[in-house]
């Protein structure tokens, strides 16, 4: 099983980013979804979480500002991002935690979000 995350980039303060997180098994498969994120410096913490019923989690700096969603038919899910600040700069990971026999915790590559200020 792989994710392949994308959607990263500079973007000012106060824009926008849409963040997807691609896997290669049907994510109805994973109990729960999530993004991470680690800022330079610092260690990797939980933006958000999403489990196979939509029950939606957030830290609680970014509550508000971003969505956590999935697409079953496209194997994907989503971090929407808005109204971003320049501490939102960081390399964002998604992770899905499936069944051990399905691969169990399965991280994807980091993709880099930049807030200019």
């Known amino acids: 099983v792989q994710l392949q995350a994308s959607g990263g980039g500079l973007v000012q303060a106060g824009g926008s980013l849409r963040l997807s997180c691609a896997s290669s098994?049907?994510?109805?498969?994973?109990?729960?979804m999530a993004w991470y994120r680690q800022a330079p410096g610092k260690e990797r913490e939980l933006v958000a979480t999403?489990?196979?019923?939509?029950?939606?989690q957030y830290t609680d700096t970014v509550k508000g500002r971003f969505i956590i969603s999935r697409d079953v038919a496209r194997n994907t899910w989503y971090l929407q991002m808005n109204s971003l600040k320049s501490e939102d700069t960081a390399v964002y990971y998604c992770?899905?935690?499936?069944?051990?026999?399905?691969?169990?915790?399965?991280w994807g590559q980091g993709t880099l979000v930049t807030v200019s200020s």
């Open positions: 999403i489990t196979n019923s939509d029950n939606t």
């Open positions: 992770k899905g935690e499936a069944p051990y026999r399905l691969g169990g915790m399965i």
């Open positions: 098994m049907n994510i109805f498969r994973f109990n729960m």
